[in-house]
């Protein structure tokens, strides 16, 4: 195979996991083990001079040469029999194991895949299978069976029988959370079939953790075919097994040892290699990122050093020299930086991924992650607090330095009330009554303008929206009137008209407690509004520092005047041409409605139950045209894509395609061949176990395609990789080229439409923009149309020939580019543009003096209630 | 929460229908409670067995006996045994109270050893302690449990003949005649029970303390938990109301999932300790093929597997307010 210059060879997961199997000494010692052991059971009986039934003359003698494990009353030798238990355990534990996996993975597959019906009652046969004591039914069948005692083949199968289970459930689960991947609901729109998705990608992506639970099944099975086999149920004589023996050895512990001692320690041994194996298997083939554990502080290394002497002392934060280094990795993580924050002073340090921005913030709140090593000066006023213990970081933290997470949704304690959350807080100064602690937190959140604060004490914090959960979190960030807060990416895990209000919370705190800032974000439209001062980091420096004015007027180094450009502008978009609209639409959606009903529960009547994920839409999409649908989270616009693809089915409306209805029966199908789709994620929408040449391969497949070779070199052609990409594994590219496979695959079948869900977001700025312009050129060149849903209305401006706005469920507003722009019609496109950071520092605080349009919906402009019912379906 | 207990209780009740039904079919299928009897030699008369499937019920359909077996369940009446003259019910009765006390012992102290080792060996993840920890506790998963049952029980009586008098019980549930009055009692009992509890203990107990552990390390590393300590919260809070009691959820199920391999431990342990509990009269019902008897133990079984479950689910909404909010 032609395989280009010095690529490093490329290795599939499998030969990955191998390779980390290898480097993890308990479980190669536990193989090591466990091959000893397999391989003394099945060639041992042949060369020992004496056979496990064979009575010798020798009666109960301790070990000697002749006898190394001793003899029993009988004369019986020891070893014979040890290893005659051997083969009998590891036979019937093999074999258990075997079907109890097969069985768990085929119905775990079909449960976990077909859901439903069949996955309730699969688990409901799972549940019933787990109320039965194994020993119990395992000895009554076994006994039952035949009147000389069961056979080795019919106590393996009883015992699988009820073993299967613990594989079953495993599978499920991951199944469960397999069928949500983006990887298989490409597949879906692909036109694969549930047996071609079950077999192609459900099952290589469960079979990790089904040889993992077959490994560990065998040690479970070992110790219930011996404690079978003990009790008198299990093997019987004359034959024998490592449970008989120990049975037999019962009253001889005191007299005779060795027929005690010798057959126990066989089953632990075998049990605990088992095991070591097993759990060595499992870390091999999920390799998690070191787990953190923020107890332990981080004392920098070169505390003994010479004392990096203060530059600035009167510096709420004086950062001098300051490096971070990880083992085995060459580039420093932070390469040096200097950095200091004025009193009062808001800075932001701006960078794309990877750039050292979230670690310096973890230095200065003392939580740099284990292994890191780091070394310069970090000075809080003054004090040099690299180096503290846990004990001493406490008269910093909460007190002093407050900090604010990326995401609301998991940085507040599920199981503690927001009241117990505000009160541990406050109790960090000292004691303070319920009462005091309550009263202090309801002023805080009235602060953050949450409506109802008194009753959101009471409340846990998956009750709550993501932005009220975050201005909780501003609250508790002012309870000490902190000197710094540092805000690690406040809004990126929020919509545009939250991330609005969440930066007005956060100039609120900040104004309330005089508090300098440290702002900490990717997005550099969002400093213009925000911060005095910008540092701009890439790969470890600071490549740029100053006012924000100087920096957004006059941008000295390269990469800040990129990322300055890669901005988008909304109120600079070039006013389009309309796109021609004539003839037969593409694609048409006929008041297309989808709803989902809310669990049953007393407090819902039955129409409340009813959630309108997609009310009443309707539009037409001309060949070679782009829509694009903006919206929020919660608006309905993944609803739609996935009704358009065919994931959910509509509960009213029709969607046509080239003027076939894709409810009649095959139309689908045959539509999946001029249809295809790019995901968010470009990290889970490409099967990991597929190389790029199966991966484009797919949907020909499907559908037939012949010269499948020559057009997968074709399409990524297209996408700008190389040839040399197709015999390589997902995991081997970077975000931007797996996204660039994504479309490559799309493009296999030649689509007359290419469904895009958020193709950029999960990327980063500078990726963003090639991504887009790459789209942008595939559109000229092929005539695909695009139906393009995304969250950010400046990718829907820049591409789009036309919007549309969606809003729970409903769409709003539909309108040429220019004219939802320039001149929105409804209220909340207006809300949505206002929404948008601009970056622009004078034109961004002008606005801000201006105030916001008014906020829409309103208690007396509401969203209108859905016409079509869904109480019907 | 009323309600929630009510929904679990009718499903586990749905549950208990079913499996019995299936269980049922099962064991009447496997063999013949009459062969033994067949088999005897001289042969025993035509009419005798008739007479005995008669007394049985064997010569009705199975859907027909599973009926008559329910109904006399619900009566109290288990059905007639292969031994003529034994009462099923009040042979059972007295042992079902014996087993319950070493298996509820049992999942107390290894519950409570499970939590505590697991979170230490999650804090101090890597170092010494959670090696000697996580080694020892691979260890005992390994160990059979009647191995390690009779090593006790022979360790006892070493004791016992090294101090000459009896320190340690190595057999039965309670001494013969039993004490009259409370306290000792209750003190004999306690007596009877260490041996057998450290048996039953100590292998669940190490199975549950990794899955702890697991669960811990996950929740340090958790966001909240990140969020707390930069808060400014004391050590005790965080590990106390921010990493362990998320990290109960997992461990609740656990326990719960292996309260059917807690039951086939104690059939072991008491039969090395030669209890008159359940497992003694489970393998006796097996040998003497007698179907009604051990259905009535599996029906025992199936009752405790259900019902702990039930408290497991009422467990998880205190520990949860998401499960008790239905919105998990």
Request: one cysteine or more; aromatic letters at 6%.
């Amino acid at each position: 195979m032609a395989r280009p210059d010095s690529a490093p060879r490329s290795r599939s997961r499998f030969a990955m996991a191998l390779r980390r199997f290898r480097a993890n000494p308990m479980a190669m010692i536990g193989l090591a083990i466990l091959l000893a052991l397999v391989a003394v059971a099945v060639f041992g009986p042949m060369w020992w001079v004496y056979g496990y039934a064979e009575i010798t003359p020798d009666l109960s003698q301790a070990p000697s040469w002749a006898h190394p494990l001793g003899t029993d009353t009988l004369g019986r030798d020891m070893l014979a029999m040890a290893m005659r238990g051997l083969q009998q355990s590891l036979l019937i534990a093999g074999t258990v194991a075997l079907i109890a996996s097969l069985i768990g993975t085929v119905l775990g597959v079909i449960s976990g895949y077909i859901g439903g019906l069949v996955d309730a009652s699969i688990m409901r046969l799972v549940d019933l299978v787990l109320t039965i004591p194994t020993i119990a039914l395992a000895a009554f069948l076994g006994n039952a069976m035949s009147d000389s005692g069961v056979s080795w083949l019919g106590l393996s199968l009883v015992l699988g029988a009820l073993f299967w289970t613990s594989v079953a459930r495993l599978v499920r689960g991951v199944s469960l959370s397999l069928r949500e991947m983006p990887f298989i609901k490409a597949a879906k729109v692909m036109g694969a079939g549930p047996v071609r998705i079950m077999a192609r990608h459900m099952i290589p992506n469960v079979a990790d953790h089904i040889i993992v639970s077959t490994a560990l099944l065998v040690g479970v099975a070992i110790l219930s075919e011996t404690g079978l086999s003990f009790l008198g149920f299990g093997v019987r004589p004359p034959d024998t097994s490592l449970g008989l023996l120990i049975s037999n050895a019962q009253t001889a512990v005191l007299t005779r040892p060795w027929l005690f001692y010798a057959p126990g320690i066989l089953i632990i041994l075998i049990v605990l290699s088992i095991n070591y194996v097993g759990e060595g298997l499992r870390d091999a083939f999920n390799p998690k990122a070191a787990p953190t554990n923020p107890l332990v502080a981080h004392r920098t290394r070169a505390k003994a050093g010479t004392a990096v002497p203060a530059t600035r002392p009167d510096a709420v934060v004086d950062i001098t020299d300051f490096r971070v280094t990880f083992p085995n990795v060459e580039r420093p993580a932070v390469d040096g930086i200097t950095l200091h924050i004025a009193r009062g002073e808001v800075l932001a340090l701006v960078g794309e991924s990877g750039s050292g921005k979230s670690l310096t913030s973890l230095a200065i709140a003392g939580l740099l992650p284990v292994g890191a090593e780091a070394s310069g000066g970090v000075r809080i006023n003054g004090e040099d607090v690299t180096g503290l213990g846990f004990a001493q970081w406490r008269r910093y933290r909460g007190r002093r330095i407050a900090t604010i997470l990326q995401d609301p949704s998991t940085s507040l304690n599920p199981v503690l009330t927001i009241g117990a959350q505000f009160h541990e807080t406050m109790a960090v100064a000292g004691p303070i009554s319920r009462t005091e602690s309550r009263r202090r937190a309801t002023e805080l959140m009235a602060l953050m303008a949450i409506r109802d604060p008194e009753s959101r004490l009471d409340q846990y914090p998956h009750q709550m929206s993501g932005g009220i959960r975050q201005r909780v979190v501003i609250a508790m960030a002012m309870i000490h009137k902190p000197e710094l807060i540092i805000a690690d990416e406040p809004t990126t895990a929020l919509d545009v008209t939250v991330q609005a209000q969440v930066l007005d919370s956060l100039r609120i705190a900040r104004e309330q407690t005089g508090a300098a800032m440290l702002f900490i974000t990717h997005d550099l439209a969002l400093v213009a509004g925000v911060a005095d001062r910008v540092a701009v980091m890439r790969e470890g420096r600071i490549v740029e520092q100053k006012p924000v004015r100087d920096l957004f007027a006059a941008p000295e180094h390269d990469y800040t005047k990129r990322l300055l450009s890669l901005a988008p502008r909304l109120d600079q978009v070039a006013s389009k041409g309309a796109f021609p609209r004539a003839g037969e639409p593409l694609l048409r959606l006929e008041g297309l409605s989808r709803h989902f009903l809310r669990p049953r529960s007393k407090t819902l009547s039955a129409s409340d139950r009813v959630i309108h994920a997609l009310c009443d839409v309707s539009f037409d999409l001309m060949p070679g045209e782009t829509l694009g649908i903006v919206g929020e989270s919660g608006s309905g616009k993944t609803t739609l894509l996935n009704t358009v693809l065919g994931l959910l089915a509509p509960s009213a409306g029709r969607v046509i395609f080239a003027g076939e209805d894709l409810a009649a029966p095959k139309a689908r199908l045959k539509a999946s061949g001029d249809m295809s789709v790019v995901f968010q994620d470009p990290y889970a929408s490409l099967d990991p176990r597929m190389t790029v040449r199966e991966l484009l391969a797919e949907p020909a497949q499907i559908h037939g395609g012949r010269a499948v070779a020559e057009r997968a070199r074709r399409v990524l052609d297209q996408v700008r990789l190389p040839a040399s990409a197709l015999d390589r594994f997902p995991h081997e590219f970077s975000g931007g080229q797996r996204q660039r496979i994504a479309i490559a695959r799309a493009l296999m079948l030649e689509p007359r439409l290419v469904v895009l869900d958020e193709p950029v977001s999960a990327l980063d700025v500078s990726i963003q923009r090639d991504i887009m312009a790459l789209l942008g050129e595939l559109k000229r060149e092929l005539g695909v149309a695009y139906l393009l849903v995304a969250h950010d209305i400046a990718v829907v401006a820049e591409l789009s020939d036309r919007i549309g706005v969606m809003y729970g469920g409903q769409m709003l507003e539909l309108g040429d580019t220019a004219q939802v722009i320039g001149a929105p019609v409804h209220p909340y496109t207006k809300v949505l543009l206002d929404a948008v950071p601009v970056p622009d520092p004078v034109a961004e605080r002008a606005r801000r003096d201006r105030g916001r349009v008014a906020s829409w919906p309103t208690p007396s402009d509401p969203l209108p209630a859905c016409t079509v019912s869904g109480l019907h379906t | 929460m009323l309600a929630l207990i009510g929904r679990r209780l009718v499903n586990s009740l749905a549950i208990l229908l079913v499996s019995t039904f299936v269980v049922f079919t099962l064991v009447a299928l496997a063999g013949d409670p009459l062969g033994e009897l067949r088999d005897r030699q001289p042969p025993v008369p035509d009419s005798v067995i008739a007479a005995e499937e008669a007394r049985l019920g064997l010569d009705q359909p199975i859907p027909v006996r599973y009926l008559t077996w329910l109904s006399g369940v619900v009566r109290g009446d288990f059905g007639p045994s292969v031994k003529p003259n034994q009462n099923i019910g009040a042979e059972l009765a007295p042992r079902v109270g014996v087993t319950l006390r070493l298996v509820t012992t049992a999942i107390v102290i290894a519950t409570i050893l499970a939590l505590i080792a697991g979170t230490i060996a999650a804090l101090y993840r890597n170092r010494i302690a959670d090696h000697l920890i996580s080694t020892s506790a691979f260890i005992l998963i390994a160990l059979p449990s009647f191995w390690l049952a009779v090593l006790l029980k022979q360790g006892g009586i070493v004791v016992n003949r090294m101090a000459n008098a009896r320190i340690l019980f190595t057999v039965g549930d309670i001494s013969v005649p039993a004490p009259k009055e409370f306290l000792p009692l209750m003190l004999d009992m306690a007596g009877h029970l260490i041996l057998p509890t450290i048996a039953l203990t100590m292998i669940h107990f190490a199975s549950w303390s990794r899955y702890q552990r697991t669960a811990v390390v996950e929740s340090l590393s958790s966001d909240h938990v990140r969020f707390a300590v930069l808060r400014g919260l004391s050590r005790n809070r965080i590990v106390g109301a921010h990493v362990m009691r998320p990290a109960l959820i997992p461990i609740v199920t656990v326990v719960a999932l292996d309260l059917p391999a807690l039951l086939s431990g104690a059939v072991i342990t008491e039969t090395v300790f030669q209890w008159r509990g359940m497992g003694g009269f489970l393998l006796e019902s097996i040998a003497n093929r007698d179907a009604n008897a051990v259905m009535a133990w599996l029906l025992v079984a199936a009752v405790a597997v259900v019902m702990f479950n039930l408290l497991a689910d009422i467990v998880y909404a205190f520990v949860d307010p998401r499960v008790r909010y239905g919105q998990a």
